[in-house]
């Protein structure tokens, strides 16, 4: 019986540190979206970004070739 208790605390041990590493790693993610918006060099991506929009290209939402 003892045997059996101590093998469901590890289990559960093992569970509880997974679930926590994986908040931590949702928490402390940082999407490349966030990143561009933050360093300010999302203008060196829009022509990579305008060939993928199937959007015209009014400045917000695509960004515009000739500025």
């Known amino acids: 019986m003892k045997f059996e ?3 469901l605390r590890g289990l559960f041990a093992g569970c509880l540190l997974v679930c ?3 908040l931590m790693a949702m928490v402390n993610a940082s999407p ?3 990143r561009l918006a933050a360093s300010g060099s999302a203008g060196q991506l829009s022509p990579a970004v305008h060939a993928q ?3 015209p290209a009014d ?3 695509c960004p ?3 500025g």
Do not use: E, H, P
């Open 32 to 34: 490349d979206a966030i």
């Open 59 to 61: 400045g917000v939402v």
């Open 53 to 55: 929009c199937l959007l």
């Open 5 to 7: 208790a101590l093998m």
């Open 64 to 66: 515009r070739l000739g």
């Open 20 to 22: 926590g590493l994986i």
